[in-house]
């Protein structure tokens, strides 16, 4: 844990850490465990959501790749 101490948390410390700026988009990745995307996301910064990968098959599906 070398970068604790800069660690952003919660996620609205990133938000301000990023105000403001151009050159910055986060996509926040929903899948896996429950994510409150209604209380903690900034349309400035998150203009797009991740809702499915198939990277791990996040709608728990089991299907042989």
Wanted: aromatic share 10%; charged share 25%; proline share 6%.
């Amino acid at each position: 844990m070398r970068d604790a101490a800069t660690d952003c948390f919660p996620v609205t410390e990133l938000f301000g850490q990023f105000a403001g700026r151009e050159d910055v988009m986060l996509i926040p990745r929903i899948g896996g465990r429950y994510a409150d995307i209604v209380g903690f996301h900034d349309p400035a910064l998150e203009p797009v959501v991740e809702i499915y990968s198939d990277w791990d098959g996040s709608t728990g599906s089991s299907r042989t790749r």
